[in-house]
């Protein structure tokens, strides 16, 4: 069965400064990986998915993230941290197939001026 | 588009009330998703369909919980009776082909006293 990992619950950085948040996953096949982010009492946004090709996708806000299929991760960055990127973003993932999205637990970004 | 549109925004209601939650998905989507969130459980899919028909609800949490997509632009999400554990966010997204991105709506968010 599918399953994704976010292994911090809270992250702190400086406005300026690069961010990352870290992303692990478990597929038995090819994985489909998404990022979403949920600003207070907002929906979850779609930020950026890797479904084939490069492994550094690009999306939304300037953020990106890099698949790395021997260490089953997909961790997304910044170069350049916002105050306004403070939110809280999802990882999800899916297997090949009409199969639904597994969602991590979330990791909470708090970005300081 | 208007998105994926929920209705109500907020619902407040005393325990054993009945509760309906409402979806518009994006037109042309064939499959919606029903997720509820938590602080203590984060994001939980509880039941999706595709093209109308329910394809897993292996994830609604009790027989109080029933989910209907009489057609295309509207599906429904019933608790009855509904019970203060049940207070939480329920988002609905829709998507297209399945495998694609989700898109979400702003959620209801339900409290039962």
């Known amino acids: 069965a599918q399953s994704v990992a976010q292994p911090e619950d809270q992250v702190n950085v400086a406005e300026g400064n690069p961010l990352t948040v870290k992303c692990t996953y478990s597929v038995s096949g090819n994985p489909y990986l998404f990022w979403y982010v949920q600003y207070p009492n907002r929906g979850l946004q779609f930020l950026l998915k890797y479904i084939t090709g490069d492994n550094l996708v690009k999306g939304s806000y300037g953020f990106e993230a890099e698949f790395n299929k021997s260490q089953t991760s997909f961790h997304l960055k910044k170069p350049s941290a916002l105050v306004s990127d403070s939110a809280l973003y999802f990882c999800?993932?899916?297997?090949?197939?009409?199969?639904?999205?597994?969602f991590g637990k979330g990791t909470r970004l708090s970005v300081i001026a | 588009d208007a998105g994926v549109i929920q209705s109500p925004r907020h619902e407040v209601t005393e325990m054993g009330q009945e509760v309906t939650l409402r979806c518009k998905p994006i037109?042309?989507?064939?499959?919606l998703f029903w997720y509820r969130q938590t602080m203590m459980r984060g994001l939980e899919l509880l039941i999706y369909?595709?093209?109308?028909?329910?394809?897993?609800d292996s994830g609604m949490p009790e027989d109080r919980f029933s989910a209907k997509m009489p057609n295309a632009s509207f599906s429904t999400l019933k608790i009855q009776p509904s019970e203060p554990r049940d207070s939480a966010v329920y988002f609905c997204?829709?998507?297209?082909?399945?495998?694609?991105?989700?898109?979400f709506g702003p959620g209801t968010r339900l409290l039962v006293l």
């Open positions: 037109s042309g989507h064939d499959y």
């Open positions: 999800a993932v899916r297997e090949e197939g009409n199969t639904p999205l597994v």
């Open positions: 369909f595709n093209n109308n028909v329910p394809i897993d």
């Open positions: 997204a829709s998507s297209l082909l399945g495998r694609e991105t989700q898109y």
